[in-house]
Every structure is written in structure tokens, then in C-alpha cells.
DNA sequence: CTTGACAATCGTAACGTTACGATTGCATCC
DNA sequence: GGATGCAATCGTAACGTTACGATTGTCAAG
């Protein structure tokens, strides 16, 4: 490992100049920038990084916070793309990304405390806001840059990356109405937080759009394995007054219910229909006619890291807020 | 952000008996060490990574270098658990853990180089082993610790944990066989990676044994999405002789074939039999008889990490090489 | 010839930590 | 009472980097 030392040694000049001239400082002779990058080059010269954080304070790491739903089963595979996304992303801009996992056990508070007191990261991307989320408030006071996959319901303005889970839910709603669905089945993921309530949201007003009472019973919360999705609607299958639509969650919550759906020798399309929001394009490669609302989450992972870049860059700058659209393609 | 010499300041002690006191030393007074650590407690001491890593040349940093066949597409759902199962381990031992994303356009020797010349890493997880991989002796000759998800063909022993492709590869295919299948067509992933080179020799073995010569033809070479696997099958069910049985490389080969299949109205089962490896037991909930190998993969990234830990903690021990075998479930 | 301006380079200190050797105070021993 | 040993603590230097102010040399203007 060559350090700035070595450099300066083998040209006779000091570690201050050699370190202006590779930065291009202005007050070096271009002569000599020549020169002290082209033995740089050639010994393969990398800044350390440990070095130049402790003395800049800049890491240039950001950090994801990574919620797993569970400790053992897939969760969602939005996930995948969304780390593909940012982690590439992250690269491109000179970071790297360090990915911090949580399990249902830890304390989404603590986990940020942790951060922030570790001081070994420029920036946190924190993603499963919750309403009121106390994050917010607590990462604005102390200064950390960081970027949320997800708004919340706080007056403070806050920089976030969001899918419109809103407008998702009842696009979702309204499309299954207009297949002459009536009871229609809405999944949710974690129970409390903003996706979730936004979703409901959405399915509420094209509810309240079309006059349809809501029947709590069709709301299923914490859907967010696959098995838990087939067995909720297992159950609903087995009704007097089964739903007759439904939207899914994601993915995997799609999965679950058609997989309830198969054993009982049913497919969607005329007794039921089914929508889904849809990461990964997986849904399109199932044997089924289904609504899918496809979201670009790689590009959600792009945009965090953008997002929380310019937010080190200048962290009292205005806050960036972007909204993803879901694109339906109805499947027929 | 509290440092030793705030602590030292507020205890009227010297910044080496804190930083003794912090570590249990034998040589400060146990009285000493509990004022040391309430007041550290206290105000929230977090040891500060740079200055450590600056100091020691220990990074607490693990960096796994992640492969993405395609720059869009999603291409292999083994990295969710995977990612989650090396995230998890390596915060429990203590490290965090950085993910390198590479794409086709990456030398992936290159990115060893890198990651060695950076020195702010303390292992390397590398995956997508190669024939006669260069990264192996690169890694040994720098003494850089590491550990391969996957084997090669060298001499040299190095750690690694593996899954056990050729016996799934040759199970896969003798449970086709055993279904009266004899043109049995094979998925493999990235051309020339050793994961596939095993896949096919346990696939050439079990055809071998039953005596069936092997049909090049057969075998898909990229089928890494699922696009091109639905591609490549409805090629090969357009012929006049087309495959009685299919061994996919993983979940999205699989729903790629079904996809193939589907559209022209055909079902696994009866004229045509698929097996595939699994690791999010995705195929468990699809509405079609297939026989599943489930590899734990969160359990192999979990392995991964250990392998390393103890690699990074004694550089010249033995190494430990470890292979996952498969659980196959006929699915019937 | 002196002065001033300017370009180019240098030296020192500091970020927070740990390793090493030095120092202090105190009890014990001959 | 001075030497010895030991426990407890301290001071300095170093890891690689950058920021700041200082220093050198050159040249033109007065």
C-alpha cells in the first residue's frame, strides 16, 4: 500500500504539494502535477481512506438501514432491485454503500442512534417510515444527512424518495371495480407503517368513490411471506361471500394467493380478479391474467443515493422529494 | 461525538489509561476501569472506526463484491437471502458490511485490485468463481483475506463455501430419468463460471450412467432471466423432438420455462418434467408439480462470514472449505 | 539597489486511536 | 534507610491525510 510518503520521497518534493497536485490545486506548478500523478499512476496510488476521514470527517460511506420482516423467510423481493440500485449507484458517485440488516428484535431508533454515534458514515438512507416517525426529528437535530425511502405524516420537511402507494391503491381498486368487482381484498405489509396506511388510504377513496362500504374483514395485515399471504386468503376463500378481487401487496403476496387460489381449482380472471404491485417483473411470467402496477425500484435506489449525495454535499440546502408513479399494464 | 479525551479530561486520567481502561487491561485499577466505563457510558462513547483503522490497520469492514449479470434485469433471487444471511452475520460478529456492485462492463480481477489497493476492507467475499480463477492467487499473494462462494480448479487450497451443484446437477437429472425422461435438457447460468461447469459435469455424469449420449443442444448457456429461459425453451418446444425433461438453473429459469410452457398450453407433469434449485422456496407456491432441490442459502451467506471472520482473525490457519448440499422434495 | 508581488513549495499541527517505554508512588525487604 | 519490586498511570509517537501559515526564489517596478 503506496501512501502520499512514498510519493513525495521518490520525487523529492513534500507530502503537501503532492497531495494539492493530485487534487489539481491551483497553486501547484502544472509541471509538477505532470509529474506526481504520473509516479501516482504507475505505484498505484489510492488515497487511504482512514486517513483523510479522520482528518476531513468525510467517510464517503453511506449506509442503508436494511429492516428484514422476519428473521428466515423472503420478505420482499422489491429488495433485491432496490440494492442493486443503490449499491451501483453509490459506486458511480465514489461512496460505498454499507448495509446495515435489523430483524424484528431491534429498535428502529436504536439502530439509528448507533449511526449517528459511530460517526462512520456521511449519510443514512432509512427506509419503513412509520407515522410520526421519531427518525426524522432525531436525525435533523443532529445534522446527519440522510435520505428516506418513504414519506411520513410530520410538518417537518424532510428529503425522501416514495413510491405513489396512494395512487397505486386505488388505480388498483378502481380497476378491479371496473372488472365488476365489488368486495375486493386489500393486502398490507408491516402494520403501522406509512406504505401500508397509504395503500389503505388509496383503497378507501375508490371505495368511498364508488359507495362501498368498507368490510374490515378484507383487509390483511402483516402480509408479507408468502405463506402468511395464502393462508389469509385461504380463509377468505372458504367464506359464504368470498372477495372478488383483490389486491396484492407485491410479489410474494401474489404468489401466496394464487397459490390458495390453485388448490381449490381456481384461477383468476373470471370468478376473481387480482392486481398487484410488481418490482421485479416476476408477475408477468405467472400463468395468470393479473393487473400489474410495475415500479421502477432500481431507479428508487438510484434516486436515494442521489438524493442523499446532494444532501452531504450541502446538507441545508432545499429538500429533494420524489415521487414514483406505478405504470398499470392490465394484463390482458 | 465523544472521544477518549473527553472521557480522560473528565476523569483527570491520561487517554492511555481510558483506552486501556475501555479494553479490560490488566494494568488499571479495576476501580479505575468501572469509573471509566460509567462515565463512557455516560455520554454515549462510540470508539471512533477511522481512528482505529488509521491506528491498527483493522478495518472492522467486510467487502462482498457483488456480480450483476445485467445491468436491468433482475437475474438471480439467491442473492436476497444471500445478502440478508451475509448482512446479518457479519453486524453479530461485529463488522459491517460493504457490497462492491459490479456489471458485465467490470474486469472482475480489476475489482480485486481495487478493493486491495483501497486497503479499507479487511476480507473479500468474491463470488462467481471461474475456471483456474486469477482472483485466488491475486488474494493469497497479498495475504489479503478472503473467502469464495464457490470452488475452482486450482491446486492451491484456498476457503471457500460452496453449494453442491454437481450433486444436485446429477440428482436433478437421474430424478428426470427416473420419470422416464431421456432427452432432458439442462439450464446453466454465466458461461464459463465454475457453478455451471459443476452443474453440467453432474448432469454429464448421471447421463452417462444410464448410457444416453449427451445432445448439446440441450443445454442453455445464459439463463440468467427469466426472459432468455422462456425464450430458449419455447425454442426447443417448437421442435420435432422437443426436451420430455427440464433441470433449471434456478427460480427465475423456472418461471421463465413455465411461461414457455403455459403459453402453449402445456403443464409439468405428465408429457414434460422440471426440476430446479431453489432458495426462497418460490417454487413451493407456483400452481405446477415441479421437484425442488432447496439449498439454505441465507445460510451459506451466514457461512461465508464466519469463514472470513475467523480468516481475518488467524490469516495463516487452515483453511476452511465448506459445501451445502441440497434437499431435494419431489413435489408430488 | 531595494521593495513588493507573486508563484511554487515546504513544515507543522491536527483528526482519534493504540503501542511502547517512562515515570510515579508505595510497600517490602535486607 | 536505601534498594527492589510492583501496581498504576502518564507522555510521546505514529498511522495517512489535509489545512494553514511560513518560506523560498524570481522578476518587475520604483
Partial sequence: MTNLKQIAAELSLSVTTVSRALKDGPE???????????????????????????????????????????????????????????????????????????????????????????????????????????????????????????????????????????????????????????????????????????RLSGYGRAMAEAGIPIDQSLIGHGMFTMESSAAWFDRMLAWSDPPTGLACANELGLLGALHALGRRGLAPGSDIHIVTRDSTRLSRFLPAKIGVHFVDIAGVGRKLVEVLESRIANPIGPVATVLFKGEFDPGE
Fill in 28 to 198: 501547484v506548478h502544472p509541471a509538477t502535477i505532470a509529474r506526481v500523478k504520473e509516479v501516482a499512476q504507475r505505484v498505484g496510488y489510492v488515497p487511504n481512506h482512514h486517513g483523510f476521514a479522520l482528518k476531513t470527517g468525510r467517510t464517503l460511506t453511506m449506509t442503508a438501514i436494511y429492516p428484514m420482516e422476519t428473521k428466515d423467510h423472503l420478505s420482499d423481493l422489491l429488495k433485491l432491485p432496490l440494492i442493486e440500485g443503490m449499491t451501483l449507484a453509490a459506486r458511480q458517485a465514489g461512496y460505498s454503500l454499507s448495509i446495515y440488516s435489523t430483524t424484528p428484535d431491534d429498535d428502529p431508533i436504536e439502530s439509528v442512534q448507533r449511526q449517528l454515534q459511530a460517526g462512520s458514515t456521511d449519510g443514512l438512507i432509512i427506509t419503513r417510515m412509520v407515522s410520526g416517525d421519531p427518525r426524522v426529528k432525531l436525525l435533523l437535530d443532529r445534522g446527519m444527512p440522510f435520505v428516506a425511502f418513504g414519506r411520513t405524516d410530520l410538518d417537518t420537511a424532510y428529503p425522501y424518495v416514495d413510491i405513489d402507494n396512494e395512487q397505486i391503491a386505488y388505480e388498483a381498486t378502481r380497476r378491479l371495480m371496473d372488472k365488476g368487482c365489488r368486495r375486493i381484498a386489500l393486502q398490507l405489509l408491516v402494520p403501522g407503517d406509512q406504505a401500508s396506511a397509504m
